[in-house]
């Protein structure tokens, strides 16, 4: 008779990962892309820097096709990282999709990717160590 192959496999990372952000905003400079965010989040940012909505939008948001995202400079470096500090300037109400950094899917994706993402992120592969089941919180998580 066969052996059965289970049918769940599990990730390797099934025994967790280490992170502990630095804050050093590695992961909010480099090359052009997107930090994409709903409406729910942009006043928790604006409220984060004590702005009307419609200011911090003005100042800080661009629209790509019926989305929205954060600007940023023409260095690739996300608009809301102080220049001078190198650190976010809205922290503690930040998008989902820099709260959930470094698990995402393309940082999962394979050891290798995992690596590199050490490589490049001081906080990743130490600090705290999440399970497979915050990992996966994280990684699922979405922006409405």
């Known amino acids: 008779m066969p052996k059965q192959q289970p ?3 599990q990730p390797w990372y099934k ?3 280490s992170f ?3 804050q050093c905003g590695e992961c909010c400079s480099g090359d052009p892309g997107y ?4 409406p729910d989040e942009i006043q928790l940012m604006a409220d984060q820097l004590d702005m009307e909505v419609a200011d911090f939008e003005d100042q800080f948001i661009r629209n790509v096709g019926s989305q929205k995202s954060l600007k940023e400079y023409s260095d690739g470096d996300c608009i809301l990282l102080d220049p001078e ?3 976010c300037m809205v922290y503690a109400g930040r998008p989902i999709q820099c709260r959930t ?3 995402w899917d393309s940082t999962l994706e394979s050891k290798k990717a995992w ?3 050490c490589d490049v992120c001081p906080g990743a592969g130490k600090g705290k160590l999440y399970t497979l089941e915050q990992i996966e919180v994280q990684r699922t998580e979405k922006s409405v």
């Open 7 to 9: 049918t769940d496999k």
């Open 15 to 17: 025994d967790g990962l």
């Open 20 to 22: 502990q952000c630095t």
């Open 35 to 38: 930090v994409w965010v709903d």
């Open 85 to 87: 500090k190198r650190t």
């Open 101 to 103: 950094w470094p698990f």
């Open 115 to 117: 690596k590199e993402t």
